[in-house]
């Protein structure tokens, strides 16, 4: 069983930065995380889960949602095991539930259904 967890989220101002990590543990995975395509979603409350960023299992690629590109960053350091998201200049529609997810030998997806694994979750809250 992979484990994946997130820490980071916090409350800040509209107009702030949040900088999300996501630890996976290299005990429970069955690959190297190097592998795993990752990607962060986000669940805000009485709304379904939605693709936020992903990166591909090689780095090379990664890939945003609309509503986040340009204030957004997803990296990774596989050395660490660690997937990072830089959230820039934060508005109050992107309060949710901030979730990380693993896929293996994945291309890096926005599509919930591509990924195998996932966090519990950390709370980003925005205020106006």
């Known amino acids: 069983q992979v484990q994946l967890v997130e820490s980071g989220g916090g409350l800040v101002q509209s107009g702030g930065s949040l900088r999300l990590s996501c630890a996976a543990s290299s005990r429970t995975f069955s690959s190297p995380f190097s592998y795993y395509a990752m990607g962060w979603f986000r669940q805000a409350p009485g709304k379904e889960r939605e693709f936020v960023a992903a990166?591909?299992?090689?780095?090379?690629?990664?890939t945003y949602a609309d509503s986040v590109k340009g204030r957004v960053t997803i990296s990774r350091d596989n050395a660490k095991n660690t997937l990072h998201l830089q959230m820039n200049n934060l508005k109050p529609e992107d309060t949710a539930v901030y979730y990380c997810?693993?896929?293996?030998?994945?291309?890096?997806?926005?599509?919930?259904?591509?990924?195998?694994?996932w966090g519990q979750g950390t709370q980003v809250t925005v205020s106006s």
């Open positions: 990166i591909s299992y090689g780095g090379g690629r990664t």
């Open positions: 997810a693993a896929d293996l030998y994945g291309s890096g997806g926005s599509s919930l259904a591509e990924y195998d694994y």
